[in-house]
């Protein structure tokens, strides 16, 4: 048993080598360029940065001088903007999508030789860069020209983002325009809003996967020369695999959880005419590994306006959890949805929250869904075609600003025909995980088959 457990801890630590504490950085800067001078932070870390109670400040030092609660929980790799300009002025300049968080208008210009000072909800500097006047970020933005630029306050490691390759330490041609930057609508030069492409939530468990068969062909070669001393006996190479296995599980489930935040995870734009509830409905998950506090939250169709339709009745969303709003304002409707989809045996803790407001109403002939939080910041957004039902839109994969398709469909990602209303059909309070199953039954497959090959 020693021996499982030291051999878990090194391929552990062996893995932990790729994953990071959660950490906010400036990853971007110009102090002077239309249409709006502008900073960036990043979550260069792994785990989400609930940024309530942070503040940015310039060479004046004192915490709390622009408050960055508005931000609510940056996701690992998520890039946030502050301007001097109105959010939306700034984000119609450079095109940047509704996901994108953006907080405008503070008033603690940095110059052309200056400090960008990021505290976090304790009023400790988080971060620092002091500059001078090289590289002037006049009408060109400055960004990192290496990771080990980040928290190191050593203005040398920066340049312009139209100078460096692939517009900062990242590739971001996939995510921008080749270069890895843009020109916004004045031909000021920058990438707001990107720094590091958004990590694949599985790719640390396949890592740990890969690793795992690895061991297995090791094992299976264990006559040959050094390798016996790897694994010279059948049950020291079974100790291994489930060793690796373990690791394999516990880093897929970590990466899954460590994904983008909040997302709309399902939508019925067709309720509201087409089924016996008589309301549209879409539902949330929280694909993060902690609690989302949605206090003060709000949704909008496709105008895209925050404030317009709170969200009621539900307060925190558990990692992994998803929880359904209906548009309405009556209670009844939570009881009505529970026995129009579940009958008498509706899931245990599922929650079921309202949303109403002034023109609100999703469009059977393509709309959209944005969910805002406290502060009014973009949190998700998605947009669709036409659908008259009876098959919910199913984004499963955690699209967000982007545009869903996907049909539910009985047996896939949980969806079921409803069951006092057989012709609809959807999934509300399910988003399985078929990475992490599918890492899981994988992991479990390469076991059962290397350990069987040892007995041979």
Request: aromatic share 8%.
């Amino acid at each position: 048993m020693k021996k499982f457990f030291v051999l878990a801890a090194i391929v552990a630590v062996a893995f932990s080598a790729v994953e990071a504490k959660a950490a906010m950085h400036i990853t971007e800067w110009m102090y002077s360029g239309s249409p709006g001078e502008y900073i960036e932070f990043t979550n260069t870390g792994a785990t989400p940065v609930d940024m309530t109670g942070w503040s940015y400040d310039d060479d004046s030092q004192i915490p709390g001088t622009f408050s960055l609660s508005g931000f609510g929980i940056v996701a690992p790799s998520e890039s946030v903007v502050i301007t001097e300009t109105s959010a939306a002025t700034f984000r119609t300049a450079w095109g940047l999508p509704l996901s994108t968080k953006i907080l405008g208008g503070y008033s603690s210009n940095i110059g052309n030789g200056d400090e960008i000072n990021l505290y976090d909800g304790s009023n400790a500097l988080a971060d620092q860069l002091t500059y001078g006047s090289i590289p002037r970020t006049l009408n060109r933005s400055g960004v990192p020209t290496t990771l080990a630029a980040l928290g190191a306050n050593d203005v040398s490691l920066w340049d312009f983002a139209d100078t460096v390759p692939g517009g900062g330490p990242y590739n971001l041609s996939a995510v921008q325009a080749p270069n890895g930057w843009v020109s916004n609508t004045s031909g000021v030069t920058g990438n707001p809003g990107y720094f590091q492409p958004v990590p694949e939530p599985t790719s640390i468990a396949l890592a740990a996967i890969g690793a795992m068969g690895g061991v297995a062909m090791m094992i299976r070669r264990r006559k040959a020369g050094s390798l016996m001393q790897f694994a010279h006996e059948r049950r020291n190479g079974r100790t291994i695999l489930s060793a690796v296995l373990s690791v394999c599980v516990i880093f897929g489930l970590a990466s899954s959880a460590n994904a983008a935040g909040i997302f709309i995870s399902e939508v019925s734009p067709w309720s509201s005419g087409n089924s016996f509830i008589g309301s549209d409905w879409f539902e949330l998950t929280n694909s993060t590994g902690s609690a989302i506090d949605i206090s003060g939250w709000s949704m909008d169709d496709g105008s895209a306006t925050p404030g317009i339709a709170p969200l009621t009745g539900i307060t925190l969303v558990a990692p992994g959890e998803s929880v359904v709003f209906i548009e309405g304002s009556d209670p009844m409707l939570v009881s009505d949805f529970k026995t129009l989809w579940f009958g008498a045996n509706p899931p245990v803790g599922l929650q079921i929250g309202l949303y109403s407001g002034s023109g609100i109403g999703l469009s059977t002939s393509g709309d959209g869904v944005n969910i805002f939080n406290g502060s009014n910041g973009p949190e998700a957004s998605v947009t669709f075609g036409g659908n008259s039902g009876p098959m919910t839109f199913d984004n499963a994969a955690g699209l967000n600003n982007a545009a869903i398709s996907t049909l539910s469909a009985i047996g896939v990602n949980g969806a079921f025909a409803a069951v006092n209303e057989s012709t609809s059909i959807g999934s509300p309070g399910a988003v399985p995980e078929p990475g992490s199953i599918l890492l899981l039954i994988v992991g479990a497959g390469a076991f059962a088959f290397a350990n069987r090959r040892l007995r041979a």
